[in-house]
């Protein structure tokens, strides 16, 4: 059973940052694309970042520039370090693994998925 735990989520001001981290348990990520996506209140899932198994990145356009994925196959987390924060990135932060290497916006590309991480951002 794939476990998927998020953490590093919190209240930050506009301009600040945090890292958010997600550690994988019952099996390894390395064979596998991850991904970072987000839900604000009233709003459907979307996505925000990937990266695949062999290090490829996608980032959505709202995030990029911004927003950096990252994944320490040894340690079995992906990361995800978010600058610059604006009011409008205020959601629930979701990892998730995807079915294959591969793995890019498309949400049912995801099989496992993590129970969330609060980011909130004030102005």
């Known amino acids: 059973q794939v476990q998927l735990v998020e953490s590093g989520g919190g209240l930050v001001q506009a301009g600040g940052s945090l890292r958010l981290s997600c550690a994988a348990s019952?099996?390894?990520?390395?064979?596998?694309?991850m991904g970072w996506f987000r839900q604000a209140p009233g709003k459907e899932r979307e996505f925000v970042a990937a990266?695949?198994?062999?290090?490829?990145?996608h980032y959505s356009a709202s995030v990029a520039g911004r927003f950096t994925i990252s994944r320490d196959n040894f340690k079995n987390t992906v990361y995800l370090q978010m600058n610059g924060l604006k009011p409008e990135d205020t959601a629930v932060y979701y990892c998730?693994?995807?079915?294959?290497?591969?793995?890019?916006?498309?949400?049912?590309?995801?099989?496992?998925w993590g129970q969330g991480t609060q980011v909130t951002v004030s102005s």
């Open positions: 019952g099996s390894t990520l390395s064979g596998y694309a």
């Open positions: 990266i695949s198994s062999s290090g490829y990145l």
């Open positions: 998730a693994r995807a079915k294959t290497g591969y793995g890019d916006r498309v949400i049912t590309e995801y099989i496992y």
